[in-house]
């Protein structure tokens, strides 16, 4: 067996063992690895696009509000009818799997919406339209009524447990792994490298530009299941720009296309707010002095312990 | 009629503002060639000035409020200059990733400084001018308004001289054209550099004085959205071009004064956003710009 496919195996044997021991673990700790697992998915999918394919989107906030708010309202609006009062464990569970893949490809097609107009551009233009169309997915949500308009969604059933954040969390980084060192997958290092000259040997850039935010956009929209059904309540403004921010800076400080390093930068901006609380306030000029300062000095991240692949020159 | 007139008027005083802030956008791209995410804060900052700066003139006095407004735009053109400085000049020669990176986090760091600084509560901006109400038949006028629309008028007209009669201007537009040939015939890049983005953030200034004047509560955070909006303006008119920026800026303003008048009033900020994606898709250079040809 390959051993991508067998880590995959020993991580969701562990997701299973961990979730089965879940009531001896202290439900702080617990719920802390759940955001971190839930943040591990978020920008490893951005990564995706980030890093391995060397585009910028500022608008992952946007895909998860799409896949937070669609599995929020199928386990909302049919949940009751699908499984009655008192439903059993495996019925809650694929139902429940059921409602995150509605909110995934939900957020998988709006990456489709905005990738096939926006990838045509590049750089910082791309980065503008990401945030514009993160902007206009918070504006709409706000004005649908039926979504609970501004104030959002309320009492959605508690069904986000250990066991499918780790799980979902190494199934993307297994995903994202095996497409990016798969013979097709090689197009997106080709195209983060030099875009014409990967054109001109025949693969098209805005192709594979597509697939990867498609990809990126189905498990950050995942990931806003897992947060909606954990938070149990979700607000329109809790997917702003700012959040796009955090999971930009994680991608930033572990390395773009480093798959390693932006997962241990995911956990440790996780845990480094709830560690360090008196500093909780300063949160967002450390992370944006982190952003200018990293640029500065050390462009390929601070966990790249390998002297790895030279950025691409002007 | 007199309703259309009236919301032609207020968009055309919120379109020159937007216009402000858009001219040093498409300044620092034409020379530098990317966008200055910062830009929006220096705007901000400007606001903030203006409020602290006004405490010490006597209020709604004409001499006080240019006084203000001038001490605004030079302290604007310091923060501007200092942040090319420490931020982007020493990437100057890295890819423009990074540069837009951290253009975005020189951005979030004076948002967030600002909150910290000023405190994340709106403040009330003060009346710097002596103000009062023209009524034409049905249409109500502010001084307000008026002189927004002159302030703004002036500014860019003064703008267009520098750009096209002075020494220094010529150098921006030599930069512009090709940064090494402007290298080579002897002009010095960092001075030209550093004097776009003063010029730009003194117009970003001026601007932030007058959106407040206008919109009289000022908070750090403030300069997101009509930076946001600029930003789709100078876009709009052709990233690179300064008359496009000023036609990008009056065109976004109307069209935001018109929508928020109509039934589809909270749809406002996503109308401005669909305005910059559908520009992108069929002309990608803006109304005005010419359609850049890359060379491999």
Known sequence: MPKPHLALLVALAVAGLVAASSSAIDPYY????????????????????????????????????????????????????????HPAAFAEGAFFLGALLVGGLAAALAGLVVGIPSLRLRGDYLAIVTLAFGEIIRVVFQNIDALGGALGLNGIP?????FWVLAFAALTIFTVHCLVHSTYGRGFLAVHDDEVAAAA?????????????????????????????????????????????????????????????????????????????????????????????????????????????????? | MAEFLQQTVNGLSLGAIYALIALGYTMVYGVLRFINFAHAD????????GYFLARLVPAESFGGGLAVMAGTMVGCALLGILIERLAYRPLRRGPTLNVLITAIGVSLFLEYA????????????????????????????????????????????????IVHRTRIGTAMRALS?????????????????????????????????????????????????????????????????????????????????FVAGSPWSTYKDAIVFGILIVILLFRPAGLLGKPAVEKV
Request: proline share 5%; hydrophobic share 55%.
């Open chain 1, 30 to 85: 617990l719920d802390v690895l759940t955001l971190i697992g839930i943040n591990v998915i978020l920008a490893v999918s951005l990564n995706l696009v980030n890093g391995y394919t060397g585009q910028f989107s500022l608008g992952h906030a946007g895909f998860m509000s799409v896949g937070a708010y669609l599995s929020a309202a199928v386990s909302l609006f049919l949940g009751p009818q699908v499984l009655g009062e």
């Open chain 2, 177 to 257: 054209l090709n940064p090494v040939a402007a290298q080579l015939m002897g002009i010095n890049t960092d001075v030209v550099i550093s004097f776009t983005f003063g010029l730009g953030s003194a117009l970003a200034g001026a601007g932030g004085i007058l959106y407040a004047m206008n919109y009289p509560s000022i908070d750090p955070l403030m300069g997101v959205m009509p930076g946001l909006k600029a930003f789709v303006a100078a876009v709009l008119g052709g990233i690179g071009n300064i008359r496009g920026a000023a036609l990008g800026g009056l065109i976004l303003g109307l069209a935001e004064t």
């Open chain 1, 158 to 162: 508690p069904y986000t447990t250990i």
């Open chain 2, 42 to 49: 220096v705007f901000m900052a400007g606001a903030f000035l």
């Open chain 2, 114 to 161: 600002g909150q910290l600084g000023f405190g994340a509560e709106p403040r009330t901006f003060p009346a710097l001018f002596p103000q009062r109400d023209f009524n034409l038949g049905g249409l109500s006028i502010s001084s307000n308004q008026l002189l927004v629309i002159g302030v703004a008028v002036a500014l860019l007209v003064a703008l267009q001289a």
């Open chain 1, 201 to 314: 040997v025949g693969l098209n850039p805005t192709r594979y530009k597509i697939v990867a935010f498609v990809v990126s956009a189905f498990f950050a929209g995942i990931a806003g299941g897992l947060y909606g059904h954990f938070r149990l309540t979700i607000t329109p403004g809790g997917f702003d720009f700012t959040k796009s921010i955090e999971i930009v800076v994680m991608v930033i400080l572990g390395g773009m296309g480093n798959m390693p390093g932006v997962v241990l930068a995911a956990v440790v901006l996780t845990l480094l707010p709830e560690v360090l609380r008196p500093i909780a306030e300063y949160r967002m000029i450390i992370y944006s002095l982190l952003l200018i300062v990293l640029m500065i000095l050390r462009p390929q991240g601070l966990f790249r312990l390998k002297a790895g692949r030279k950025s691409p020159g002007p």
